[in-house]
């Protein structure tokens, strides 16, 4: 079993910064591929950023350049930094771990953004 809780959303500005925190617990989360995705109303839920138990990352298109994904094997925490927030990033945040065709996903946390 793993259990994800994210926080660090919140509501800011065009243009500015939040660092959201996925904090797990298990063992097997450290030797997961961990992903952030979105979800705004009324879409669909989708991929943000992941990150490899090695440290290599992906991005959707939508945020190259503006976020970066980390994670901290030792604190069983994986980060996402987002710069340059637009509100087209309002949405709710969710982490996200997949073992054994098994996705977990966190409660979620809501970033708004407003111009």
């Known amino acids: 079993q793993v259990q994800l809780v994210e926080s660090g959303g919140g509501l800011v500005q065009s243009g500015g910064s939040l660092r959201l925190s996925c904090a797990a617990s298990?063992?097997?989360?450290?030797?997961?591929?961990v992903g952030w995705y979105r979800q705004a109303p009324g879409k669909q839920r989708d991929l943000v950023a992941s990150?490899?138990?090695?440290?290599?990352?992906n991005y959707a298109d939508a945020v190259k350049g503006r976020f970066t994904i980390s994670r901290v094997n030792l604190e069983n925490t994986v980060y996402l930094q987002m710069n340059n927030l637009n509100p087209e990033d309002t949405a709710v945040y969710y982490c996200?771990?997949?073992?054994?065709?098994?996705?977990?996903w966190g409660q979620g946390t809501q970033v708004t953004v407003f111009s």
């Open positions: 996200n771990v997949r073992v054994v065709g098994t996705d977990f």
């Open positions: 990150i490899t138990k090695l440290g290599l990352t």
């Open positions: 298990g063992k097997i989360f450290t030797a997961s591929t």
